[in-house]
Nanobody, 131 residues
């Protein structure tokens, strides 16, 4: 069974950094595009970054709200995708989810999405940015 597990969330001060991990079991993560999504209290879940499979060129996409601050990357040897988050702001506070799907792309308003759907979601990890 395909399973994704996020880790690395926690409490961090504004301006600080965290690295989230998305580890896969039961399948090879590089067979899929992987996306990071977040859901803040009272808001809808939004895509913030995605990376295509190596076969798809490893293309990365970012939402405008995180571009230049967040970096998505793969470590295929560890079957893990990371989200390095720097210069964190209070508005980055949310539950962060990773997902495996097909076709990392962006909408016309620059929101990362999967073009052909999602296969599996993780259960999320909480990131709180507060002083």
């Amino acid at each position: 069974q395909l399973q994704l597990v996020e880790s690395g969330g926690g409490l961090v001060q504004p301006g600080g950094s965290l690295r989230l991990s998305c580890a896969a079991s039961g399948f090879t993560l590089d067979s899929y595009a992987i996306g990071w999504f977040r859901q803040a209290p009272g808001k809808e879940r939004e895509g913030i970054s995605c990376i295509s499979s190596s076969g798809g060129g490893g293309v990365t996409n970012y939402a405008n709200s995180v571009k230049g601050r967040f970096t998505i990357s793969r470590d295929n040897a560890k079957n893990t995708v990371y989200l390095q988050m720097n210069s964190l702001k209070p508005e980055d506070t949310a539950v962060y989810y990773c997902a495996a799907g097909w076709g990392c792309t962006v909408t016309t308003d620059a929101r990362p999405i999967f073009r052909s759907g999602v296969n599996s979601w993780g259960k999320g990890t909480l990131v709180t940015v507060s002083s």
